[in-house]
């Protein structure tokens, strides 16, 4: 497990949002980005998680496709990175940087209405294509 301050834990997440500016974090609408140290009871029981069981991350909101015209006067979505099951995952802050923008990717495409199933085949795409560009 890795030690890093909450400042440093706060740089990687901005590191990550600025990567994925670009790409989708442009197209989110009413979406706060956080981290807390560990997902509270409630985050837990509503993920419904065993007890060896931990969040990298997580959305709570109401995603895009499923907002209609009565939307509006509502409290920002929200991103949650978590930091503790973050540094028991990670054995460097290079794979600690790596899973944050992983974990705030797959988060964000919950926004934009992804399942798990369609989440997991876009990641191997990008996955796949970050590994070809870096062959090249």
Not at 12 to 21: H, S, V
């Amino acid at each position: 497990m890795i030690e890093i301050s909450d400042e440093q834990f706060e740089s990687l997440i901005a590191e990550a949002m600025d990567a994925l500016a670009h790409k989708v974090a442009r197209d989110m609408n009413n979406v706060a980005i956080v981290w807390a140290d560990e997902p509270t009871p409630e985050q837990r029981r509503k993920m419904q998680l065993r007890p060896n069981q931990t969040l990298l991350g997580l959305y709570e909101g109401i995603p895009l496709p499923a907002r209609n015209a009565a939307y509006n006067l509502v409290l920002p979505d929200k991103i949650t990175i978590f930091k503790n099951p973050m540094l028991m995952a990670c054995d460097s802050v290079e794979s600690m940087r790596a899973q944050i923008l992983n974990t705030l990717w797959h988060e964000m495409a919950h926004h934009f209405g992804l399942d798990h199933t369609r989440i997991h085949e876009l990641d191997h795409l990008r996955r796949d294509s970050e590994s070809s560009n870096s062959l090249s």
